[in-house]
């Protein structure tokens, strides 16, 4: 065995084993062109090195000629083969370029057959033999044929092809693949025209070893396509990773995946989607399945959804109940997308979908609660607006309409301004704005135009909104019609007066026996005085001393009787009373609603404890108005010292046997000295600097001309309780 | 008559009252004696002397005037009362007149009207003391007829004759004489007129047996 014979039969075995091994691959991935182009060179070089063995052992002229003929066909299939694995493998290479060489080499191959006897040589005349590694080898001698420029053409045309390419790959960012793969089939090329060239054309005098470099770009393709093979394993490692990391992520999401292989009506899901669907595990699902488990309801908007996507750029978007047997109804979201196939039907679907009942329970909580607001403003008798963030107002209730006589969308943002007094509007806003900006509740009275063009008194109260994390989200304010409260007050104010004036003069008529008592006491003492000392004087037994003391006693007992004249002068004379079947607790109702603008002026808290069907008394109204108008105004300086909560007053009605109606009035004043239990309800007892002292004797009068008792008592708490009682009406 | 000198008391819640007529009273020749209540007029036992004058005053606080008249009647008191007040109403005087009063004064009064009634009410107190012993001496000698004696009389006051008392009872004639003279023994009278004026001070016969025995004397 010659060396010559050992290296060429190795060259060949190496490049068959590669396409052996390519070959297989190719098998198993029809679609990786490249392998199967790959396979087709190494077979391709192997034959070629097998041409070159015979041609170097050729003993004649003709078993040369042939053999050299016959190594055309490996090389043709060698150049196709490259071009097209240049354009699959390195995905670029100018088409005509392309196509020109393989015409140029497809033509040479024809010449090769029809021109001499190949297309080297017209005629082999004779053999030379020359020493080649040790040994004697065969070369060709003979008339060159000239269409052999049409193969180194092709070949020419290869390597400025493969530089091309390599140029766009190496701009395209892959230097290594324009390096090995571009560098290494541009050089062994170029080497392998420069060697044919050398030796066709009788200048070397070497056997052709074109093998050699065809094995130099097989390696090298070789190492190129083993390095594309690593990376499809780490891929598809990298694939498995993301595959688990995605499930993974399904899960925790609780989101199920699916796909549907729209031809063969498949739907696979993952088991979260077969969980959310109610499907088993193994269970067989389609499309008319998937449509069983939706709420019936929902069936029609989801095939809707559906055929959209079809129809339209692919997205598939949809809302939809489940109903499994045995569990609560579920909403679920879904999304996908549609795979068309190149007619433009639809093929293939991926989706994903997930439970999203809690969020539909909020919203329809959210929905419910938001319709109650509506309700309750809309039915308000006042009239209600919200503000956003942004000052602007985005809510007024049917209240305010109605008032305004405006639509909503008249009203909304500025537009309520345009019904304010123009005289007020600037005072409004300047209020608003400022407490809007400080975030503090406000209270502005503004004139506002009403639905007949009257301009109304407003009393408006706006407070600043949070939600549930304190975040400011706007105002929201009410309003009342102040000119009819306004009105209201001033008939109240307008009764009061006269009240006070009736009271007055009832209060002279009550008064009008203990008044007398009160003047006749000193009177009788200065007449008695002045007829003591007459007799005295008569009798001639008047001493100084006696004289002076009785003249001292007579100015007092004038003083007391200028001071009861004093306090008459007060009142006016009596009226005529008027007995009527009287319901207390309405009379209360009516003397506290009296009392407003005193409850609120001095803070007080007024408690009603009023006994539910209390019978009615006969009595005169305005005079028990009078003797509760008495007990709570006194009540209230009861309590008028003591902080603003501790200003109770308590108003109690109660049965204080079959037929007595009790009245108390309770105070958390100082109370009263226990001496002065009995003294208070004296005339002009008081302790009032301004005040005639003649409530309690008054009231104390009134209840008696009743039948009834007024008195007073210390609680055991602090303060005191006046009550009354009043005989009840004999219901027959 | 031989009495000890007359006492005026006073009662008035009102301070200056009590002085001025406590003066009044001095000036026309009374000792007068003041009390601020009613009470303190009890509690100090004086309503006892006699005879004497209350001047009351009608209301007070704690015990009213009215009450106190009712309280000395309880207590057979011989006080007369002249009741003052400032705001007296018909109804109210008739009442105290109904409850023996000598004289109700609305204030304020004259020293005449006051010392008048003063006078009077003394006359009626020291009045009542006799009439009161007399009336006693006679219920003592009442007490020691025997019930049969007690019908007799009863029947003779009113005028009946003998022999109708005799005819009443069930008995004769001479049974009643007997009873009758025991009778006219036991309460120390001489004639018929004078028991039947003896039986009219303790309330024994009426009015028109009284007019019968008058039309036959």
Known sequence: MSWVTIIWSMTASACLTLAAIYFLVWCRRRTAWADLLFTLISVGVAAFAFCELSMMQAATPAQFATAL??????????????????????????????????????????????????????????????????????????????????????????????????????????????????????????????????????????????????????????????????????????????????????????????????????????????????????????????????????????????????????????????????????????????????????????????????????????????????????????????????????????????????????????????????????????????????????????????HDGEYRWISDHGVPRHDSEGDFLGYIGSCVDLTERKQAEAEASRQRAELAHVSRVSVMGELSASMAHELNQPLTAILSNTQAAQRFLAADKLDRVEFDEILKDIVHDTTRARDVIRHLRALVKKSEREFVRVDVNEIIGQVIAFLHGDIVGRNVTVIQELAPELPLVLGDRTQLQQVLLNLLLNA?????????????????TAMASSEMVRVAVRDGGVGIPADKLEEIFQPFFTTKTEGLGMGLSVSRSIVEGHGGRLSAENNPGPGATFSFTLPAVVQN | MNQPDPIVFVVDDDASVRKSLSRLLRSGGYTAETFASATEFLASGRHQQSPACLVLDVRMPGLTGMELQERLRALKSTLAIIFITGHGDIPMSVEAMKGGAVDFLPKPFDDTQLLAAVAKAIAKSAHDRQTRGEIESIQERLATLTPREREVLELVVRGMLNKQVAADLGTVEKTIKVHRARVMEKMQVQSLAELVRLAERVGIGGARDQSSVISNP
């Open chain 1, 636 to 652: 209230f300086d009861a309590v008028g010292a003591n902080r603003v909560r501790d200003r109770l007053v308590t108003v109690v």
């Open chain 1, 69 to 450: 003929r016959w190594g055309h066909v490996p090389t043709w299939v060698i150049v196709v083969s490259l071009v097209g694995f240049v354009r699959l493998h390195m995905r670029t290479g100018r088409p005509w370029l392309g196509w020109s060489i393989c015409a140029l080499r497809t033509l040479a191959l024809l010449l090769n057959f029809v021109t001499g006897q190949n297309l080297n040589f017209r005629e082999v005349t004779h053999l030379r033999h020359v020493p080649f590694l040790g040994e004697s080898v065969s070369l060709g001698v003979g008339v060159s044929n000239p269409y052999m420029l049409v193969g180194q053409l092709s070949l020419l045309l290869l390597v400025i092809f493969t530089v091309d390419a390599a140029i766009t790959v190496w701009r395209r960012g892959d230097r290594r693949q324009a390096l090995v793969t571009g560098g290494s089939i541009a050089f062994f090329a170029l080497a392998s025209i420069a060697q044919a060239v050398l030796v066709f054309w009788q200048i070397l005098d070497w056997p052709l070893t074109a093998s050699f470099f065809f094995l130099g770009i097989v390696l090298a393709m070789g190492y190129e396509m083993s390095r594309e093979t690593l990376r499809a394993a780490q891929l598809s490692d990298d694939l498995r990773e993301s595959h688990q990391r995605l499930d993974l992520a399904a899960q925790s999401a609780r989101l199920g995946l699916w796909t549907w292989d729209i031809a063969r009506d498949e739907i696979w899901a993952t088991d979260n989607g077969r969980q959310l669907f109610g499907f088993g595990k193994s269970e067989r699902i389609n499309f008319a399945r998937l449509m069983d488990s939706l709420h019936p309801a929902d069936r029609e908007s989801v095939s809707h959804a559906f055929a959209k996507s079809f129809n339209g750029n692919g997205d598939y978007e949809s809302e939809h109940r489940v109903v499994v047997p045995g569990q609560p109804m579920r909403w679920i979201a879904a999304r996908g997308t549609v795979e068309f196939n190149k007619a433009g039907k639809a093929v293939f679907m991926r989706g994903v979908s997930h439970d999203i009942t809690e969020r539909k329970r909020t919203e329809d909580a959210l929905k419910e609660s938001e319709a109650r607001f509506r309700t309750v403003a809309d039915n308000a008798p006042v009239l209600i607006w919200m503000a956003g963030t942004d000052k602007l107002c985005d809510f007024f209730n049917k209240g305010w309409l109605d008032f305004t006589g405006r639509t909503l969308e008249q009203e909304l943002g500025n537009g309520w301004a345009e019904g304010v007094h123009p005289d007020d509007l600037a005072g409004c806003l300047k209020t608003y704005v400022a407490a809007f900006d400080a975030r503090q509740p406000f209270t502005i009275e503004y004139r506002l135009r009403r």
